[in-house]
């Protein structure tokens, strides 16, 4: 039982090593920050045929932005689908590949022009 314990603590130990912090900030295009924005994270399952360190998670991730539009998590190696959006934004999709550094995702979001058309 001790071995058991032991080989799964390495193995946990493994896969925590590779992950890696994805963070970063939502700002409107006239660069005020944009607090409460949604960030989804989907994982990429296709390159894990190809690349080994495509670890990934199988369930989708979803953040909200503090009071200052910046956002942090933890996740493993691999390829994300980066999906931000806020109310009355235009929202936005993005391909990111994580690997064994820390990666900033700075976003600008454009305000709905069917948004901005009803705020007249």
């Given at each position: 039982?001790?071995?058991?314990?032991?080989?799964?603590?390495?193995?946990?130990?493994?896969?925590?090593?590779?992950?890696?912090?994805?963070?970063?900030?939502?700002?409107?295009?006239?660069?005020?920050?944009?607090?409460?924005?949604?960030?989804?994270?989907?994982?990429?399952?296709?390159?894990?045929?190809?690349?080994?360190?495509?670890?990934?998670?199988?369930?989708?991730?979803?953040?909200s932005t503090d009071?200052?539009?910046?956002?942090?998590?933890?996740?493993?190696?691999?390829?994300?689908?980066?999906?931000?959006?806020?109310?009355?934004?235009?929202?936005?999709?993005?391909?990111?590949?994580?690997?064994?550094?820390?990666?900033?995702?700075?976003?600008?979001?454009k305000l709905s022009?069917?948004?901005?058309?009803?705020?007249?």
């Amino acid at each position: 039982m001790k071995t058991l314990s032991v080989v799964l603590l390495l193995l946990m130990s493994a896969v925590a090593s590779k992950a890696t912090t994805l963070s970063g900030t939502v700002r409107d295009s006239e660069g005020a920050v944009i607090p409460k924005a949604h960030v989804v994270i989907h994982w990429d399952a296709s390159g894990s045929n190809y690349l080994g360190d495509n670890l990934g998670i199988k369930e989708d991730i979803t953040v909200s932005t503090d009071s200052e539009g910046k956002f942090s998590l933890e996740l493993p190696q691999g390829f994300y689908d980066v999906f931000v959006t806020a109310t009355a934004f235009t929202p936005r999709c993005e391909k990111l590949r994580l690997k064994d550094k820390p990666k900033t995702f700075d976003v600008k979001l454009k305000l709905s022009p069917v948004a901005s058309k009803e705020l007249d």
